[in-house]
């Protein structure tokens, strides 16, 4: 039995030597294929990747060809519809290593040359790109660059497809790029008519005193407009409600209590030029009628409230925006270089929220209640222009990076260009995209916090890390993560859009700008397209000053030498004033002059006869001090012509005085009282004008209807309150919240003035258009 | 009793045979072997340089560290006039051959690559910027 089984074992060895043999030649054979695709996928890369150098190097050169040659270009410019092709010699100094041109269409009729097209649109015409360029080249000397300005491009594909080696990888690169530098057009708005009847509402020229101590401004209100380097702090002190279409502050504004600034109009505006501290809360209340905006309103027509700086909040809530519990969701758009809000209890902005600043690191703290909110339902107009509104509102988009420490409800898009960390103390729903470089999701201060994405929207970023496990984990287990490249693809308008950028809506300040010649200078306007913010240099235009000249065109710092008057006879000529044309304390006809020595008192009726022409009134004498009489009355009719107030020198009225024209003037009550204003129906047709460096000084309860035009004048107020008007009708029909002991008004009508030196109590401002 | 003899060895020529065997097969091993170190080395080499040179060649850059920690410059390997034709308007552009081999030696040195796979460096043209 062993021998016979012994006798099947002969050769086992052998074969099991062989078998195992056999079968590592098979794995080191599989090895070998492994190994060698390995080495071809290496080389292949190394050929792609040539290949697109060498196609990316055609296409520079073809592209400096069109900038030194102008039969070149001028062919580009004239492209047709259909792909022209260019060759491409690489020259003698060429290694063969880096491939050869071949045919972009793949046919073999173009090998050698590289494809040229003009991009059109869906309707067949060109597409033509603008592009903010911070230094172009001169032209005409390549080592000098001309100031920042947009630029308009036709926009040029060109292709090239390189082969290197016969068995190499082919790679095809084009290149979009921007031709047509004929149309190099820098973007500068012709100046406005010069007019100073586009006085609007109260205006300082100056680093004026704005230390309100509380009030009700019924006016546009426009601070600083002369500051070139905006260093100045403006403070006001006390609770103060605005009824504005525009709030300028050029410099910061540092509010010391409770500021209610009332939207009753969509074209609102509100713009300071630097930094916003607010020592007390700030109330936007966007009460006007969604409704009334314009068919077809793009981001233009939005009413918004734009700080250049920083937005310092540290309060116990904010509120910005229209009442969402209303059916009334106006939309509103909120800009700031960077946010800096912490509030104990909720943040609320009803509207969207642009952080402009490239380097600014924001951050919005807020309790659970806190709320971005969509101003509609749905988007009527869904056209895929950049510059109608690219969501339902609710949103926030920054430039920089975003902390985000609130909970609550961010019903829009988040988009940030830069990272974002979100460390939500609260529960967090984001309805739109949550799209950022970075993505951090920290637990907050109470622990990991839900991060909840609704609406079918997704999460876009490159990295996505954190403590908040739970909620990383939901997001990647969702199905909705995607790189930051993604949502580029699919969103030409980028993640900040490109039209809402500080550059695209307000324009560009200079470095430095020591005087308001050099800031006209070196401001560069925004493409008008684009445009949004309203900027310095075109307020100052609309107030007529002349950056050429240096000075504002129309107004009068001494007497005018001639001047039409109007004489006895209730004839007009034109007279040479010299200064002694009388002493008028009642009457009509001619000039009305008070000589700083007379101090008028009573109540001072002037009434010019005749119509057509200007009327003028001089008080004072230049380096003399006029001062009038408690309880003087100035009432002037202004409805047959307009009535000009030239005050020489320093001018004091006396206290509970007024200057009012004879439609106020006929509803005086009591002491110091107006029954009504009226913004839809009255009008004041009084021009005032100050000598340089003078001053018009209130006494105790004065008032005055008037437009001043005194920009080298200074308005000083008193610790005293104005007359009381019982009623004011603002021209949205409505009155206003007034503030302070009853109705307290100093001024009616426009002005401008070099500052408001002293401050009033309680300054209230109505506006009303010039004009008989 | 007797112990009988059963279990037979190998006869020589079974062992010749196997020998035979064992060293055909262990030559083919060694073969492939070598083969697939030669080409791992080849491929890692290969990645190594396209790796260490496409960021240079990709966006044109002639500065580079070398090991030593010293910036160093890449020179032209050639230079050379690209002729652009249009519309039979011909313009010429002055353009620099560069070679990023040195940026790949003088970082990594030539690890396992064979003569003509070290001469496949990536090489970038660089146009002229100055204008007419």
Redesign the interface.
Known sequence: MKTEKNRKLHGSVLLTVVAVMALLIIFMTGTLVLANAANRRSHRSYTSSQAEYTARAAIDAFYRSTEDNTAIRDAVLNLGSTATYANVDFGAGYNNSLGRLVDPDGSGTHDGQIRIEQLHDAAGDPITQWKWNPSPEDPSDHTRTLPARWEEFNVIRVTATVQVGQRGARKTVYQDYLANPTTFTPVTPPPPPVSPTALDGFQTIGDSAFNLTGGTLATPVILGLGNSDRTHEYTPQNSSETYSSTFFVNGDLHTQAELHMHIDDYTFQNVITRDFYCDNQLWVHVDYDASALPAGWTQKDVPYFFVNGTFHYNESQLMMGSDQSSSNKAPFNVFMGTADITCTGPVIIAGDLYLMDDDGDSVIVGASNSRLYSWTDSMADDSGSQFVPINQGGGIYSKGSLTYKGGGEIQGDVRIEDDLTIENKDPLTISGNLVARNIVLNAGEAGPKEVRIEGGSAVFCDSLTGTNTEAIQAIQASGLLFSYDDFLASHPEGVYPDTMTREAIYGQDPATSSDLEELFAGFVEPNPDTKIIKNQTELLRAVGYDPVVGDFDGYYTSTPTTVPVQNRDNTYNQATFNGEAGRWTNGSGSVVYFPADYSASGTIEITPSGAGTEFWIVIGEEGETTTWNPETRLIIDDSACTVNIMILGDFQLGDRSCILNSTLGSRISGQTNIDYVDQNTDKVNIMIYGGTGTEFRFGSQCVVSANAYAPYMNLVGTITDGWKVNDYINKYGTSPNWLGSGHSVQWIGNSLFNGLVSPFNNFSFLKLDAGA | MKK?R???G?TLI?II??MF??TV??G??LG??L??DE??K??TG??D??SVE?PF??DNRREYIDSAGNVQNLSP???????????G?T?G?D?D?YNTADIYDDSVGERGLTDKQD??D???????????
């Open positions: 009988k059963t279990l037979k190998m079974e045979i196997s065997i064992l097969m262990a083919l091993l492939i072997g083969n697939v080409t791992t080849n491929t290969m990645k340089k396209v496409a060649a990709g390997e050639s230079n050379t006039v690209i002729s652009v034709t249009l519309d308007h313009q552009i353009a051959v001469d496949r990536l090489r970038f043209i660089q146009v002229a910027t100055a204008g007419p």
